[in-house]
Structures are given as structure tokens and as C-alpha cells.
Nanobody, 114 residues
Framework: QVQLVESGGGAVQPGGSLRISCVAS????????MKWYRRAPGKEREFVAG????????NYADSVKGRFTISRDNNKNTLYLQMNSLKPEDTGLYYC???????WGQGTQVTVSS
């Protein structure tokens, strides 16, 4: 059974940090470019960050550059997103996506509020 399961979301104050994870199972995620997306309340889903299969290439939305870091551990079939200096506008449901197969997880909620 193909699954992408996100975890690690939660509530944090502005300026705080979180690391979210996405564990893949049922398919070979290690060959796929992986991405993080988010959907803020009342807004369209937007791209956050991406990473190539062997971590040689990463890219980020302008809104998160310098604050977020995407990484992966192919031995653990896990994708990560380290989020620092969080802002209220980072609030949303964060999804991981395996590009080659176009698989999506169910999302993990991140809420940044004082």
C-alpha cells in the first residue's frame, strides 16, 4: 500500500522552530524528486520546497528562503522540512509530494500564533 505520512506539525509562537517529516512506504521514493507544499486557510495550495533524489538540488519559495531547509534520508525513506523563524503567515496544512509518482500525503498542520 502506497503511503506518504506527514508528522511533526503543531502550534508554535512566532520566531519559533518546527521540523516536520514525511515517511514514504509502498514505493521507491528514493528515485523521486520530493516536494513540500502548504495550504493556508482560504488560499490555494502553494509550493514550499523541493529536493532531488540524491539531495544534490534544492529549491525554495521566496517566502521561505533562508528560514526553511529541506532534506531527506533515503535509507529511512523520510523527507524533512526544518522550519526556523516561523511567521504567522507560515500557518497551514503542509503536504509532501513524490513528484515522479504524483503521490500525496494527508498533511500535517502547522500553526504559528502568539
Amino acid at each position: 500500500q502506497v503511503q506518504l505520512v506527514e508528522s511533526g506539525g503543531g502550534a508554535v509562537q512566532p520566531g519559533g522552530s518546527l521540523r516536520i517529516s514525511c515517511v514514504a512506504s509502498g514505493f521507491t521514493s528514493s528515485v523521486s524528486f520530493m516536494k513540500w507544499y502548504r495550504r493556508a486557510p482560504g488560499k490555494e495550495r502553494e509550493f514550499v520546497a523541493g529536493i532531488s533524489a540524491r539531495s544534490t538540488t534544492t529549491n525554495y519559495a521566496d517566502s521561505v528562503k533562508g528560514r526553511f531547509t529541506i532534506s531527506r534520508d533515503n535509507n529511512k525513506n523520510t523527507l524533512y522540512l526544518q522550519m526556523n523563524s516561523l511567521k504567522p503567515e507560515d500557518t497551514g496544512l503542509y503536504y509532501c509530494n513524490s513528484v515522479v509518482q504524483n503521490y500525496w500525503g494527508q498533511g500535517t498542520q502547522v500553526t504559528v500564533s502568539s
